[in-house]
């Protein structure tokens, strides 16, 4: 397909956006994440696979500074994260999602929209509650920028439905809809497919290749389905137990016996598991 | 005088241009996109359908190339059609949600050369039929949207071609006026093709003077005021779309108002509040069965006035009808009623501000029909057809009745053959099928009488009354006429039914397949504790069964009874146009139907308790899977108990 490889193609001369230099983080006596380094091409699409408690949660939650890790550094577009509060990170362009939705169930989907905006918005508590000028310009620029996104996720429908009254599947697009609230030039999906059925897993990993595409942002992806992960990355990170095992081309990734030894362990790469 | 009779009014783009100068800042076509409706006047209207046409004519398009449209209703195709026309070219409109192989076959009877499409699904659609549309030139795409990375040189965006069209105008001023000024009135404006019930669509070639006049016509025997709002929701392929948001819209000047979405049509009428309104039956069906769902949900003293006052405004309503008059009581329960109930209700389903609303395309069951006429809301029936510009004959205010089609519009004589077919003449007859003169000749006499298919005749009051397709109404082995539809509908107003078809022609007696309402009969499951997977599961519960089964009796005892339904089976899927077993606007193609489901038939006439099906099932995307199963036969216990109640 044209659109994929001009992709790649892209990507493969992009300069790294986001690079993770050998971190480790230890929760008491177990070891979540050894040493693992990652390098995340500009407008890629990067996804990290592995078996249950393989580290991979872990290892995003200290690329959006949830944990700070005991050795190496996050590295974003040459500036060090590592030691820097998450909404700060946010602030500087990493948006992510949760593998258990974590949407403000009482608020309907526009409202959680706007509440993604938050970071971007300068008007102080003064300026809000009088509401005129500045803040009121600022507010129907956020509305604008938040009803782009209800147009490009389908949500018209939705806009003023509170977000518990929705079903599972619909409430993963809204958490991706207030991930890409924040403007993100890096955005983080934890899971954004689990306990979805195949049409809305299509229809997902549908939005995930437009969100890179489109909006031109960088996807690191955790993601369980063999088959999504495989036909939509650019590069698949393979993590056991802590430890990176392989890294690659989903190709080279199949093809690697380590990986289908730990992983996929059908001895036959690329069946979907 | 007629507007075609003037040389500066004889075409769409014409009327156009003459509203861009008598009203330049009056509302012509409005969307919502983003949450915010946008308005375009009639001036940037006609600025767009310029600048577009300019596109166009520099692309190559010429006087009778055809273009065709699809999407959902978005004022950017609609500008195309109109561009299409100013350069003396013909619109040829096509469902938006056709399976591939069905776009084929049309696109290819057409000759289109350009495509209009509105998103990717669309191009798509296209680009994976482009080696097979020898005519196809250029696909046109409005909304970007995942399109960046198509490289495909048959692709221009939307944006491209207006600021081609706007170089184009630079170099060659006064190019689009002169092209414009060079519609004729009998030139073909657009090519509807119908969805055909049996065989393949066939293309019928519509005129400015077919559009003009027929719309004409209408606004003459209805309340039409210029800048009413019309909620432009309908498929742009319908003829009856076409009829009302270019022809009706260009000529009365109403305003046009594109929805968000598909899903958003009930809360986007709601926030518009139109003036005017037509719907196909379906839309009236769901909206009752909608207000019936949430009604079941409220509290029980809301739906106990709900109750008292839905069953005092249909007792009047009948009263009404009757041409008694109502009693003191009556009218203050009525102005009560319409502060509580009648009123928000209105609100509620956006026809508070409605002054006239149709139903046409497909007969409405009476009851349906009754109760929102009860609600005070003036819905009234219209008969028309493709061939006849969407329009034939409608009711006025004082004259609704359910069972009739009202009186023909002016200037259309029709009559009943000695066959009972519905024949007319006028200025609203169609020039011809596209490339299909024997078929037009079998369609339109000598003399100029246009065969409408219906069978039909004149009631006392002299309104037209409908019956049936002529070519399906039938005889049972006993002799007594048999009119699948009319039965059809009796069933079709229980809650619980979507579809149902009817058999019996040539039979002892009448059967009928039902497809069950999902959400209701959805909602009626959850409430008695019955657990459900999918429509399939949900339809072969046998508690589910004896419900339709008593909907049945009910719906039977208000039908002659030879005409009564004895036996009945639930489909286990729904019927579908991708399975070609619907038409695009949802009619059912009975013969199709009668053929697949054969051995079914079969099985009814023979006895059997069950009967084994194989289905093919065609997906959106055209791939296709079979489906085996088993039905259920049921049969209806004994109607007698039930009509003596009743």
Same mark, same amino acid.
């Given at each position: ?5 001009a ?40 996804s ?26 996050v590295?974003?577009?040459?500036t ?8 700060d ?26 509440l993604g ?13 009088i ?28 806009r ?8 599972y ?50 996807v ?35 093809r ?13 790469g690329?069946?979907?598991? | 005088m ?51 046409g ?53 696109l ?6 350009i495509?209009?499409?509105?998103d ?8 994976s039929?482009k080696a ?56 073909t ?37 210029a ?21 009706? +819209?260009?000529?009365?000047?109403? #305003?046009?108002?594109? $929805?968000?979405s598909?899903?958003? @049509?009930?809360? %986007?009428? !709601? ?51 009757d041409?008694?008059?109502l ?18 209700v ?51 205010? +004082?004259?609704?009745?359910?069972? #009739?089609?009202?009186? $023909?519009?002016?200037?259309?004589? @029709?009559?009943? %053959?000695? !066959? ?85 022609d ?60 004895k ?28 053929e ?11 006895g059997a ?13 055209g ?24």
């Amino acid at each position: 397909m044209a659109a994929t490889s001009a992709r790649r193609i892209a990507a493969q001369q992009g300069d790294s956006q986001l690079v993770v230099e050998g971190v480790s983080k230890r929760f008491g006596g177990v070891v979540a994440v050894q040493d693992v380094s990652l390098e995340v091409p500009r407008g890629a699409i990067v996804s990290i696979i592995g078996p249950n408690g393989a580290g991979k949660t872990s290892l995003l939650n200290m690329i959006s500074g949830f944990y700070k890790p005991d050795n190496g550094r996050v590295v974003l577009e040459g500036t060090d994260i590592t030691q820097k509060k998450p909404s700060d990170i946010a602030a500087l362009g990493i948006a992510r999602t949760f593998q258990n939705i974590a949407l403000f169930s009482g608020l309907t989907v526009l409202d959680n929209l706007m509440l993604g905006r938050h970071v971007r918005m300068k008007s102080g508590v003064i300026g809000s509650v009088i509401y005129w000028g500045m803040a009121q310009k600022e507010d129907i620029a956020h509305r604008e920028a938040c009803e782009e996104i209800i147009e490009f996720l389908k949500l018209q429908d939705l806009r003023k439905q509170p977000t518990a009254a929705l079903a599972y599947g619909l409430r993963k697009r809204v958490e991706l809809g207030r991930a890409l609230a924040l403007e993100p030039r890096v955005l983080l999906l934890d899971e954004p497919m689990g306990g979805m059925n195949q049409d809305e897993k299509e229809d997902m990993a549908r939005y995930i290749l437009d969100v890179n595409q489109e909006r031109g942002v960088t996807v690191v992806l955790i993601e369980h389905d063999m088959g999504v992960v495989m036909d939509i990355s650019d590069r698949v990170v393979v993590l056991d137990r802590g430890r990176r095992i392989s890294a690659g081309t989903p190709d080279e990734v199949q093809r690697d016996p380590v990986v289908i030894q730990a992983y996929l362990g059908t001895g036959k790469g690329g069946e979907r598991t | 005088m007629s507007l075609v009779d003037s040389a500066v009014t004889a075409t769409l783009p014409k009327l156009l241009q003459r509203n861009a100068e008598q009203d330049p800042n009056g509302a012509g076509i409005r969307e919502k996109t983003r949450g915010v409706w946008r308005t375009y006047s009639w001036k940037a209207y006609r600025d767009n359908v310029r600048d577009l046409g300019l596109g166009l004519a520099a692309i190559g398009f010429k006087r009778g190339d055809k273009l065709s449209v699809i999407g959902d209703n978005r004022p950017q195709l609609y500008f195309a059609q109109l561009a299409a026309q100013a350069l003396g070219g013909v619109s040829v409109p096509v469902y938006q949600d056709s399976i591939a192989s069905e776009l084929v076959y049309v696109l290819n009877h057409a000759e289109t050369s350009i495509i209009v499409a509105e998103d990717q699904e669309q191009v798509d659609k296209a680009l994976s039929l482009k080696a097979q549309l020898p005519c196809l030139r250029v696909i046109i795409y409005d909304d970007p949207r995942g399109l960046t990375f198509y490289d495909d040189p048959i692709l221009r965006s939307f944006e491209s071609i207006v600021e081609e069209g706007r170089r184009f105008g630079q170099a060659n001023p006064g190019f689009y006026e002169a092209e414009a000024a060079k519609g004729q009135a009998d030139d073909t404006a657009m090519i509807a093709y119908t969805s055909g019930t049996t065989g393949n669509p066939k293309g019928v070639m519509l005129s400015h003077r077919n559009m003009i006049a027929t719309a004409e016509a209408f606004i003459e025997v209805n309340d039409v005021k210029a800048g009413d709002n019309w909620l432009s929701y309908l498929p742009m392929a319908w003829v009856g779309d076409a009829a009302f948001t270019l022809g009706m +819209a260009l000529i009365g000047r109403l #305003t046009a108002n594109c $929805p968000e979405s598909p899903e958003t @049509v009930q809360r %986007d009428l !709601r926030e518009l509040g139109p003036d005017v309104m037509l719907a196909p039956p379906r839309i009236w069906e769901n909206m009752l069965t909608l207000m019936q769902v949430k009604g079941s949900d409220a509290s029980p003293l809301k739906r106990w006035m709900f109750e008292c006052f839905r069953s005092l405004a249909e007792r009047c309503e009948l009263k009404r009808s009757d041409g008694k008059n109502l009693s003191l009581a009556d009218r203050l329960g009525l102005s009560l009623g319409e502060f509580m109930v009648y009123g928000p209700v209105r609100d509620q389903l956006g026809l508070r501000r409605a002054r006239w609303c149709y139903t046409g395309g497909a007969p409405l069951g009476p009851d349906t029909y009754r109760f929102f006429r009860s609600f005070g809301i003036n819905l009234k029936q219209v008969y028309g057809a493709t061939e006849a510009s969407a329009l034939i004959a409608c009711q006025a205010d +004082a004259e609704a009745n359910p069972n #009739t089609v009202g009186r $023909p519009i002016p200037r259309i004589e @029709v009559k009943i %053959d000695d !066959r009972g077919e519905v024949l007319l003449k006028g200025a609203n007859v169609f020039k011809g099928y596209f490339k299909q003169d024997d078929v037009t000749r079998d369609t339109v006499t000598e003399d100029g009488w246009l065969k409408t298919g219906d069978a039909g005749f004149f009631d006392k009051q002299g309104h037209l009354v409908i019956i049936d397709r002529a070519k399906d109404v039938g005889k049972l082995s006993d002799g007594s006429a048999f009119a699948p539809q009319f039965i059809e509908n009796k069933l079709k107003f229980s809650p619980f039914i979507r579809e149902a078809v009817a058999f019996g022609d040539q039979r002892p007696f009448v059967v009928a397949m039902i497809a069950i309402d999902m959400q209701t009969a959805g909602t009626w499951a959850e409430k008695q504790g019955l657990a459900y997977t999918s429509f399939m599961d949900l339809s072969r519960k046998p508690e589910v069964a004896g419900m339709i089964g008593t909907e049945i009796a009910k719906a039977n005892a208000t039908l002659p009874d030879v005409q009564q339904v004895k036996r009945y089976l639930l489909l286990n899927k729904e019927l579908d146009a991708d399975d070609a077993e619907m038409t695009r606007t949802r009619k059912v193609r009975r013969r199709f139907v009668a053929e697949k489901y054969a051995p079914v038939i079969e099985a009814f006439y023979g006895g059997a308790k069950s009967v084994d099906v194989t289905m093919e099932i065609t997906f959106e995307d055209g791939r296709k899977s079979t489906l085996n199963s088993t039905i259920t036969i049921h049969d209806i216990a004994s109607a007698e108990p039930v009509r003596r109640a009743a």
